[in-house]
């Protein structure tokens, strides 16, 4: 039963991210191995590529915010690979650039 219902919620949220229009991503959803399934657990990030569906805890160094994102439970994140990690330093630095 539960599996059940994690798939359809799974579902629901690869819809909800995936939009209606022809922008939307042409990736699937990247299944990390691990316990919690969240692309930080991953060793090889190249098994996900951008465009696809991924589950995160860190949304500004994996999603491309060009798409929808969808947040699960209060930190889960599903959104749009953005195909590489982002680089934290030169986020921090842009940051103080803008303000």
Known sequence: MIGARCGVILLVVLGAISGCNGNAP???????????????????????????IVRTFEPKLYCDFK??????????????????????RKLKEAAKGNE
């Open 26 to 52: 042409v990736g699937s959803y990247c299944n990390v191995p691990s316990f919690f399934g969240r692309i930080e657990d991953a060793a090889d990030l190249s098994q996900c590529k951008a465009g696809d």
């Open 67 to 88: 798409y929808q994102t969808t947040v699960m439970r209060g930190e889960i994140v599903y959104c749009v690979y953005v195909g590489k990690r982002r680089d934290i």
